[in-house]
């Protein structure tokens, strides 16, 4: 039976030789440089590989990086390995002596094989061939590493030098750092060196002798810190004052150079460390003049060259032998033979604390006002407009469809009247912005479906209607009806011509069945038997003041005036500066953790409601509700990893729904807009910060167009649909901002 042997992965390295690409953020085991997978992902699939023998996989890795690794171990059976969590780096010495320490308190004695995350090896099976052949001299207590015949002068690989050999197994003589040019080609002529592909096989105890006997303080600290790790779902957690107490030094200074009896079996495999711009010209798909050519790139008469483009138009004429690579923050340029000096820059940059070498580029990152102009108005007028008011509308049963699918097709669903209304509210406000689309076709397609298939005999509207147009929920909905007036007076300054008449019936159903008989608010339904919520006013609120703007006429303004003092009265907790969700009949906050239930959302719709009836009525001291709200959104009700709006939190800030949606995103740069103005403090770097974190986590991860409404506390996406729904937030919060930073235009 094969000997069972336990791999581990080490992922903690930064590979700066391939900066400005790999950095301490996205190192290089995160690339995918072959279409294939990341580095990471392929080294845990070969591993995995194994034709038979027992073989659990672990990871080390930094735990900065956690959330990138559980990413490339999903769908990767790791036998009952797992990963294994760094606080802080400390070099390969800690990692090998960590690999030792868990296979000697999980498996005992036995056979453990460690490799880097970052290396091309592109035969799995002749690999495992490899390892097998030195698994007999490791079990017998000798450290072993692999080695490969080198078949040109290489200045970035560390050598091995052997003496005797047998049955495949050689002795080594010495290791070698990496040589300069006349050195590696001595070592080429010799014969008895090989290129060190950092791979080790050895027996637990045998590495655990090693470390007892040249570098115990090395060994005691890891032991230290392995005992006290913490240990959850998912990994082993290295507590960080102990962590760092490790010596920091690489495994061949530690024990390598200095062990005795130490085999090495040449590599039978290809092998790669893609360590340089060279290394991935030679392994990447190139064309007939030899180049690789990556991203937005325009290349003509270039030869032998790596020309990578991340993130804007790359061109090049009359190149060759070179390596060119673009990211959104900085350009490498240098001969390919000099690839390897690019640490020399690194280096630089750190000394005059560059952040270049540290982070990737990332959207939240701004620091001029109207830094998001030209993306949200491409994004908006370019890609989603376009797309909602083609595929987003339902030509057949009239009206707009629900939700879209990931690939942009429509999801067959009831169409609730708030969503239908919603979509014309954005069309009439993307052509007030100035959108050359079809906006009043769109209008009028929603309204005429809207009044032909969902009035009630009374008047109102219906909550819902089936896909055809039948109606598949009668209930005569307040938070429906908010929108509904929303909508319809969008429509009537787009100048359509019922909007009006349609207005004015609904408001006399508003009055006649969904005032409460104290006229102290509405009621949820017509039937009024449902609880009470704050949140069916609020947009109610937003529905009056639009009004108002429509016409000019102080009735509407007298109507936001009532939603007003049912702020000051009910909704607003003084105390906890937050905003109630339920209520019973008398506005009291609803028994249970339903009166305890807060939306930062909400919170940020109300600030902008504020201020902008504040600034229409002249009740200034409302401005000062405004702030607290947003202060309590911003201090109790985002998520620290991700800095996005939870769904609710309680009056004390506890998380209640931890998932956070696109709305609550888009309603917190409304707010900043809204507070920006008024005499606070200023804002515009948190506009433009909020703007980011909108695109970065919602956006910019979905298909052009479409959005990704639902993201859990990890920052992982638990969207399965687009819903439409969520259209207008993004239309109206965005068109503000770009309404706010015209100047930069």
Known sequence: MPQRIVSFVMSGGVGSRLWPLSREDNPKQFHDFSGDGSMLARTLRRLAARPQGETPIFLIAAERHAERVHADLAGVDLKGGGPLFEPTGRNTAAAVALASLRTLSEYGDELVLVVPSDHEISTPSQFWQSIEAGAAAAKAGRLVVFGLKPTQPETGYGYIEVGTGKHGVFDVSRFVEKPDLATAQAYLDAGSFYWNTGIFLFRAGAMRDAFAAYEPKIWQATEAAYK?????????????????????????????????????????????????????????????????????????????????????????????????????????????????????????????????????????????????????????????????????????????????????????????????????????????????????????HGLDFMAGKGRTERGGWVRTLNIDGSVADPVEDAYDHSCVLLALAHAHISGHPDALRLGEETFAFLDAHLEDARMTGFLETSDGAEERRSNPHMHLLEAFLAWYKATGERAYLRRAARIIDLFRSHFFDAESWTIGEYFDKGWKPAAGEKGSWTEPGHHFEWASLLVDFAARSGQSELTAFARKLYASAIANGLNRSTGLAYGAVSRQGLPLDTVSRGWPQAEAIKAAIALDGSGGPDLKPEIEARVGRLFRWHIDPAPLGLWIDRIDERGRSLATEVPASIFYHLVYALTQYLDGTAQKG
Not at 367 to 374: H, Q
Not at 429 to 444: Q, S, T, Y
Request: proline fraction near 5%; hydrophobic fraction near 40%; glycine fraction near 8%.
């Open 228 to 444: 006290a790790a913490i240990s959850d779902l998912s990994g082993l957690y290295m507590p960080l004052e102990l962590y760092s107490a490790i010596p920091s030094t690489s495994i061949d200074y530690a024990i390598m150079e200095r062990a005795r009896d130490i085999a090495m079996v040449p590599a039978g495999f290809s092998w790669n460390d893609l360590g340089s711009w060279q290394s991935l010209l030679d392994v990447g798909p190139s064309d007939k003049d030899g180049n690789v050519i990556l991203g937005d790139v325009v290349a003509i008469d270039c030869e032998n060259s790596y020309i990578r483009g991340d993130g804007r138009l790359l061109s090049a004429i009359g190149m060759k032998d070179v390596a060119i690579v673009s990211t959104a923050d900085a350009t490498f340029v240098a001969p390919v033979s000099h690839s390897q000096h690019v640490k020399k820059i690194v280096e630089q940059l750190e000394k005059s604390g560059r952040l270049e070498t540290r982070f990737t580029p990332a959207h939240d990152r701004v620091i001029e006002s109207g830094a998001w102009r030209r993306r949200v108005r491409h994004w908006l007028f370019e890609e989603t407009l376009p797309l909602w008011s083609t595929v987003g509308v339902d030509e057949r049963h009239g009206g707009f469809h629900e939700a879209l699918g990931f690939d942009a097709s429509p999801l067959m669903k009831p169409k609730r009247m708030r969503t239908q209304a919603r979509q014309v509210y954005a069309f009439a406000v993307a052509k007030e912005r100035g959108w050359d689309g079809p906006a009043d076709r769109l209008i009028a």
